[in-house]
């Protein structure tokens, strides 16, 4: 049973900094921020096993003082979810942190045209995958010594309301009222849940809907009128996998150059 009683001045015991030597999932790692987020976590030391539906090519070579590896998994196959994840505890011998970036993007048109289909294809990637990761991933994060970590990426479209996604937008938003309950329902175990939402960051997948005028408007609205890179958004993801951020849970995060405040 915890001891309810406050640590008395002096009883907390330094914590490391960084993550190494816990084991990471990463979801959608092949490229943009998921890529970011591999390097990162393996940079800090983490064994990170990267997922995706696409091959990954290199990504094993940019691992740092960590290590990568690959698996191809679907996230909405709840079998495959399962059985990777067993793999996955099996090659590293367990799991701390899983970070489900592992999403569906978004182009542009009216809801008017907005079908079923489509708005549970937005919900069976965005949230159902997560689900499904966070159900797998459980009995480890639960038995973690390092306190388990679950990281959400959202949007902050939930917030802004971004017209012609609506499919996008209400799965994120979805997810973030997930990372609330998940908190509320993990915390027992010890088990952080956050949601972090980057700003409009140039990746393949956004670049296939936005022009270089789209992304210059969006940084034009920031308080810090730089671009925000993915590497920006990795050092957020890291910053919630850290022992720092053990008391960090149920919120939800933007990494934007203050183009959004709230």
Known sequence: MNDLSPPAAGDVRPQPLRPAGTVAVVTGAAGGLGRAIARRLAREGCSVAALDIAEMPGLENEAGPGRIGVWRCDVTDSGQVRRTVAEVADRFDGLDILVNNAGLLSG??????????????????????????????????????????????????????????????????????????????????????????????????????????????????????????PEHFAGLVAYLASPDAAMVTGQSLICDGGGYLH
Do not use: W
């Open 108 to 229: 542009r048109a009216s809801l008017l045209d907005t079908t079923p289909e489509e708005m549970r294809r937005f919900f069976d990637v965005n949230t159902v995958g997560a689900l499904l990761m966070v159900q797998a991933c459980f009995p480890l994060l639960r038995d973690s010594a390092y306190r388990g970590r679950v990281v959400n990426v959202a949007s902050r479209t939930f917030f802004t309301g971004a017209p012609g996604q609506l499919g996008y937008v209400a799965s994120k938003g979805a997810l973030i009222g997930m990372t609330r309950v998940m908190a509320r329902e993990l915390g027992e175990h010890r088990i952080t849940v956050n949601a972090v939402m980057p700003a409009q960051v140039a990746t393949p997948g956004t670049r296939a809907h936005s022009g270089d005028e789209v992304f210059a408007r969006t940084m034009g609205q920031q308080a810090i009128r730089e671009f925000v890179t």
